[in-house]
Structure formats: C-alpha cells, structure tokens
C-alpha cells in the first residue's frame, strides 16, 4: 500500500461559490474574523494555466481563510472552461478539491496519471505551482497538489 502523494496531511479544502464577496462574509460572520481580501488569479501568460492540456485565460477570484492547520479556499470562477467553471456548472456550490503539499510536480501527475487519475488543469502562482487531478468517479473530489518553491 503505498502513498501516492508521500503526504497524507490536507492543506487546503477549495469550495466553489458563485458569489465570493457574500460566501466569504458569511464564513467571517461565522468564525467571527475578518473577511481575508478577495484576489483574482493571474492572466494565462503568467499563471501559465492549462486547462484539458490546453492553455486557458480561465481566472477566478479567490479568498483564503487560515483555519489552524488547514486552508479554506473559496473560489468564484468566472465563465472561461476550467475545473472550476466546469465543476461548478455540473455540482453546484460546494467542495471542489482537497490539496496536498507534494514535492516533485512532474513526478507526482505521471504517478497519479498511471493509476488513472488525469491530469485536469495546471498552473503557476507566486511561490509555486499546482495541479488538480480528477479523483472525483473514486473519492467523490477532486485532488489538487501544490508544490511550493523551497
């Protein structure tokens, strides 16, 4: 039995909104803390992002609540195909990805890959990369790895 990822700890849980500016209020209210300022991802010659092995101009706005040891991430995407705009025209609101920090990014989707799990979008961010692998039909999520720069 191995681990494919070499990290079982969740880092992060991504959940798809459509209006972030009101979500985002709502889990502010709800903890009692400050709404986290809302950013939106970089254009396609920055962040590189890939969506089904093609480059897209998909962006999202997103808002990033530190919650101990583990992220809580909403996502508003906005209408370019992505796994975004994709998942959350198919499920509605609501989770999207669990993340993982992975080292060997390349390694890590030719893995996932061989154990039939695709490769679905990629990208870069300040400080590092991800990739979201579709995981869904088995864990009933999607998986996304990031692997930040040391």
Same mark, same amino acid.
């Given at each position: 039995?191995?681990? &494919?990822?070499?990290? *079982?700890?969740?880092?992060?849980?991504?959940?798809?909104?459509?209006?972030?500016? *009101?979500?985002?209020?709502?889990?502010?209210?709800f903890f009692g803390v400050e709404a986290p300022p809302i950013t939106v991802t970089d254009v396609v010659e920055v962040a590189q992002t890939e969506f089904m092995g093609q480059p897209s101009e998909a962006r999202a706005k997103l808002a990033f609540f530190d919650m101990g040891s583990l992220q &809580?991430?909403?996502?508003?995407?906005?209408?370019?195909?992505?796994t975004w705009r994709?998942? &959350?025209?198919?499920?509605?609101?609501?989770?999207?990805?669990?993340?993982f920090?992975?080292?060997?990014?390349k390694e890590k989707i030719q893995l996932l890959n061989e154990q039939g799990f695709a490769?679905?979008?990629?990208?870069?961010?300040?400080?590092?990369?991800?990739?979201?692998?579709?995981?869904?039909?088995?864990? *009933?999520v999607l998986i996304e790895l990031l692997e930040?720069? *040391?």
């Open positions: 039995m191995t681990n &494919l990822l070499g990290n *079982k700890v969740i880092t992060q849980i991504g959940i798809l909104v459509e209006d972030i500016e *009101k979500v985002s209020q709502a889990y502010a209210s &809580l991430e909403l996502i508003e995407p906005d209408q370019h195909a992505s994709n998942y &959350l025209n198919e499920h509605g609101e609501g989770p999207h990805h669990i993340a920090e992975i080292e060997g990014m490769l679905q979008q990629k990208g870069e961010y300040t400080g590092g990369r991800y990739a979201y692998m579709d995981t869904f039909k088995e864990l *009933k930040n720069d *040391k």
